[in-house]
């Protein structure tokens, strides 16, 4: 099942904050979190594996609710460099390690 | 981190013609390779996934004649797209997994744009 992203988009003034969410209707195994350029792969930001987890990465953080049937990217005092689509890849159990893609949330922060 | 590398990163053809994209892993064994494919502004979609040695496993609605995937070594999977047509046109990207278990990242290739003329 695909997992549902919130907002499809966001424009952001350089120094704002901005929430994204990703959303399964059943308990994941995992959640993965990627941002891709236009044109290129995507690149990994961090995976959460349990419920209540939360992971930092810069300016970056992500939590996991208790029951792991949601995530939320944290991205605070946003840069030019962070404008992108912002991608949640969720696993379920016994899937063979596939990841299930989000349509992606995007991100463009200006001047 | 660990590199996969994907070549070539543009390729154009002419109708009916068939065109191989390979995905190396350079620096780890990739047990699992995935192939996706991309239409501009939208999400990945997979193709299928391959496991070094045996067949790979194709997503419903994926012609697996169409779309020959090969994952002879634990470095290298391809991905030929036969008698391609202008509708092949697209953004494939592969990404592929070490011996980890389900909470290893995925490694993403780096792309490559087909355009069918």
């Known amino acids: 099942q695909q997992p549902v992203q919130s907002p499809q988009a966001v424009i952001l003034r350089e120094g704002e904050d901005a929430v994204i969410n990703c959303s399964s209707s059943k308990a994941l195994y995992s959640v993965h979190w990627y941002r891709q350029k236009h044109g290129e792969a995507p690149v990994f930001l961090m995976i959460?594996?349990?419920g209540g987890e939360q992971k930092g990465h810069e300016k970056i953080s992500a939590s996991f609710n208790e029951k792991k049937q949601q995530s939320s990217l944290y991205l605070t005092a946003s840069q030019l460099s962070y404008s992108g689509t912002y991608f949640c890849g969720t696993r379920n159990a016994g899937n063979n390690r596939k990841l299930i893609w989000g349509l992606g949330t995007s991100l463009a922060v200006n001047p | 981190g660990a590199v996969v590398s994907q070549h070539p990163s543009r390729v154009i053809c002419k109708s009916g013609t068939s065109v191989k994209i390979e995905c190396r892993s350079l620096d780890f064994q990739a047990t699992t390779m995935f192939w996706y494919r991309q239409f501009p502004k939208q999400s990945l979609m997979l193709m299928a996934t391959s496991n070094e040695g045996s067949k790979a496993t194709y997503e419903q609605g994926v012609e697996k004649d169409k779309f020959l995937i090969n994952h002879a070594s634990l470095t290298l999977s391809t991905l030929t797209v036969t008698s391609a047509h202008p509708e092949d046109s697209s953004f494939y990207i592969c990404?592929?997994?070490?011996?980890?278990?389900?909470?290893?990242?995925?490694?993403f290739g780096q792309g490559t744009r087909l355009t069918v003329v």
């Open positions: 990404s592929a997994s070490s011996r980890g278990g389900m909470n290893t990242e995925a490694f």
């Open positions: 959460l594996l349990k």
